[in-house]
């Protein structure tokens, strides 16, 4: 149970971990206030984009527009107001906000004023008590402070200067609390309608059956918002024309219809723009209109209109949730971006992401819209930006990861096949699918002479270690001339030019390959030298033709590779070789041209190949390449007593039984000449043999160190005797194995030429001081 669970942690460890850290990081954005005019902004667009409401006909705004200021000779006289209180009172409306600062008396009429004030007790004035840097407050009519009749008409403005709350009551430093403008005018046509107006236990307002919830400091978007006193988020009926309205002027001259006004709360206030009681709100600025802004009459207007609707029409208050459930709802979506972009992990690309998971996304985003835009109209505001940030943020750091994951199978991967390879299954779709096409390419085979040999006399450490080595040089050569290594066989390579990707040149930069890595052999036994280990020699075969490349393998495990009868004799024509040697066959040589330097010729007959071939040996290159090998011309020297030896063919990995006795009697440096009893036929050219030869027996001391006084003891005693001596003597013994190739060179009657494909260290060292012996000493 626990051993499953903890599979499933991992598989999912992407969303387990993207999705509480993207949900951390977006919420630590959320309160440093990065975050709040975005989200400002995706309120105004739903404001905008909310169907158009009913007119609110309990309310009444008598404008003072531009025209009409040049009417009245504004400011108009306290004469003119008290005669524009009067004709609305007329009409007997529940109630009456003068929008007009009038704190000192104005040209004639004041005592009318006073009088209308006093006899009109549902009159409201307004006063101004918040200071700014740029604005005062402002005293309210002192005959409406004296009767109570006064509201603040303050707006709190956000950081973008947008009104998007209102208030109920302001709670000043020193006095009782002063009820809004807007509220108390409010109160006044709802008590007239027999509503009633409280306090809940939590000392919230309650108009009737509705509850205003109060704003704090971090409510919806907001971050560490000014809250003082009780504010409540401003649910817009919409523009002026929610509203009717009559003229100023027209009022004054009772030009208006009869009864217009009755029951009805009347504003009397500016909306000309030279009065500068202009405010920005989230109707303002679109994507289609121009900037506008709305007379605070208006914004009035629209917070009576809403709490009126909310005790009499059950119209909802905007209200938010809680950090808690913000924080809920942030990593919910958060969840689901980690969840569908970690699903591509199995599925589609690893390095670019699915379109279906793209759509996936681009779903749950415009869900995300969609839900809390309905839940807007529900009189929710439910943050956008937040969750819209935690669904794309998961998705990308999630497609981050896979593609870095994705990046490090391709770098591991690509330790055991060609980067080419990686891209093709990593970023193609169809990369992983079984099958193959068949294709024209140019193939290269490498290995190393003697290996095998070489392998079985050291720890299986040491051979480690020479195979790193070797290969680690190999791969980098083979990497720059844009080859494709389609495996590692031991000390074997096999190497593609023209799959995956196929071009002009994949026959030219193959030959290519092979010189450079023939002369990357010099640096590889340079760094053997320093470490103690044995010198290697390599073969290279190459060929061109058709063959089938692609995924091989089954549904569980599977290999991209290539098949076919062109692959078999490439590694043929790789077996004929010798350390140093390159290689190609006729079809290879075609493809690159006049370029390749070759040395000789010769015809061969592989096996499983029913006509014979012909294969040339490369030994440099000219143009573009210009890489050239450097052929050491073997110094033989003869023999004074030949060294009586055995040998058996090889074919393959299979020993031939029959065991040939013969006699080396001329030595160079990596050859030998062997003859042989006229008994015996002298094995074909390129024919493989493991040999052993006749050596005395050594102390221990002198087969671990050969210095100059012991190698003449050695050869003292090796020819002091005859091939015949040497062959019944009890004092000699048969060497370890020796490995070597028979040459195709012109030799004597029952002779041929051998080149050395391994020798163990203490053979190749007596072997070496018997050659050093037989150089003339130049004296």
């Not at 942690?9 to 992407?14: A, C, E, P, V």
């Not at 009409?68 to 007997?92: F, G, T």
């Not at 400091?217 to 009926?237: C, T």
């Not at 040339?616 to 450097?630: D, I, P, R």
Request: with cysteine; glycine share 8%.
């Amino acid at each position: 149970m626990w051993d499953q669970l903890k599979r499933q942690l991992w598989q999912w460890r992407g969303v387990l971990i993207t999705a509480p850290s993207v949900t951390i990081f977006v919420l630590a954005l959320r309160f440093t206030g990065l975050l709040e005019l975005l989200e400002m902004a995706a309120l105004d667009q739903f404001f905008q984009l909310r169907p158009q409401e009913a007119i609110d006909s309990r309310i009444v705004i008598v404008e003072l527009n531009e025209p009409e200021i040049q009417k009245l000779d504004w400011p108009a006289s306290d004469a003119v107001l008290a005669r524009l209180i009067n004709n609305v009172k007329k009409q007997q409306p529940s109630a009456i906000g003068l929008d007009f600062y009038r704190d000192k008396p104005v040209g004639l009429g004041y005592q009318e004023f006073v009088k209308v004030c006093e006899s009109t007790p549902y009159l409201i004035g307004v006063q101004k008590v918040a200071e700014q840097i740029d604005s005062h407050a402002v005293n309210p009519p002192p005959v409406l402070k004296q009767r109570d009749q006064v509201g603040v008409n303050d707006f709190p403005l956000d950081r973008d200067g947008k009104v998007r709350r209102g208030l109920i009551y302001v709670s000043p430093e020193e006095g009782d609390a002063i009820f809004s403008f807007a509220f108390k005018l409010a109160d006044l046509h709802l008590k007239a309608q027999g509503i009633s107006v409280g306090l809940t236990k939590d000392d919230l307002v309650k108009v009737g059956p509705a509850v205003l919830p109060l704003f704090q400091s971090s409510d919806g978007g907001y971050v560490r918002a000014e809250d003082q006193g009780y504010q409540v988020l401003l649910n817009y009926r919409g523009s002026i024309q929610r509203f009717p309205t009559l003229s100023m002027v027209d009022v004054l001259e009772n030009r208006i219809p009869p009864d217009s006004l009755r029951g009805r709360i009347v504003l009397l206030g500016p909306t000309a723009e030279s009065l500068k009681d202009l405010f920005y709100t989230p109707y303002s600025s679109s994507l289609f209109t121009s900037t506008r802004r709305m007379p605070g009459v208006v914004i009035h207007a629209n917070s009576i209109s809403q709490i009126l609707s909310a005790a009499l029409e059950d119209r909802p208050f905007i209200r938010t949730w809680g950090l808690q459930w913000e924080s809920l709802w942030i990593f919910g979506w958060a969840l689901i971006g980690a969840t569908l972009s970690w699903r591509q992990r199995y599925s589609g690309s690893l390095t670019r992401r699915s379109p279906w998971t793209t759509a996936g996304i681009a779903l749950a985003a415009l869900g995300l819209v969609v839900g809390s835009y309905l839940a807007f109209l529900a009189g929710w505001w439910i943050p956008l930006v937040p969750p819209i940030l935690a669904l794309t943020g998961s998705a990308i750091v999630v497609t981050a990861y896979i593609a870095r994951s994705a990046g490090e199978i391709r770098k591991a991967f690509g330790r055991f096949v060609t980067s080419e390879i990686v891209a093709n299954l990593l970023e193609n779709p169809e990369g992983l699918k079984l099958g193959g096409e068949r294709r024209k390419i140019t193939i290269l085979t490498s290995d190393i002479r003697g290996f095998t040999a070489i392998s079985e006399r050291l720890p299986p450490e040491e051979v480690i270690r020479i195979i790193n080595l070797y290969l680690g040089y190999m791969a980098d050569v083979i990497t720059s001339y844009q080859g494709t290594i389609d495996e590692f066989m031991g000390d074997g390579i096999l190497v593609l030019f023209g799959a995956p990707t196929a071009r002009e040149d994949d026959a030219v930069r193959a030959i290519a390959c092979a010189l450079a890595m023939q002369l990357a052999m010099e640096p590889v036994n340079e760094k053997m030298r320093q470490l103690g280990l044995p010198q290697l020699e390599m073969g290279i075969g190459i060929n061109t033709g058709e063959v089938v490349v692609g995924n091989i393998g089954s549904e569980t495990r599977t290999k991209y590779g290539i098949v076919g009868d062109q692959v078999n004799l490439t590694y043929r024509v790789e077996s004929y070789t010798v350390g140093g040697q390159i290689f190609t066959t006729e079809a290879t040589l075609k493809e690159v041209g006049s370029t390749v330097i070759t040395d000789g010729q010769r015809e061969v007959q592989p096996k499983g190949v029913h006509d014979p071939i012909m294969i040339y040996e490369v030994v440099g290159m000219s143009g573009k390449y210009n890489l050239h090998l450097t052929k050491e011309e073997e110094i033989f020297f003869d023999l004074p007593h030949p060294m009586v030896m055995q040998y058996a063919t090889l074919d393959g990995k299979q020993i031939d039984r029959t065991v040939v006795k013969g006699k080396l009697v001329r030595l160079s440096a990596k050859e030998a000449e062997v003859r042989l009893d006229e008994a015996h036929a002298i094995p074909a050219p390129l024919t493989n043999l493991k040999l052993n030869l006749y050596i005395p027996q050594q102390d221990s001391a002198s087969s671990k160190n050969y210095e100059q006084e012991k190698v003449h003891r050695v050869l003292k005693k090796l020819y002091s005797r005859d091939a015949q001596e040497a062959d019944s003597s009890t004092e000699t013994s048969l060497s370890e194995d020796v490995y070597a190739k028979v040459l195709e060179r012109p030799a004597e009657k029952h002779s041929f030429y051998i080149r050395f494909t391994n020798r163990p260290l203490d053979v190749e060292a007596q072997l070496n001081a018997i050659y050093q012996s037989l150089q003339p000493t130049g004296d």
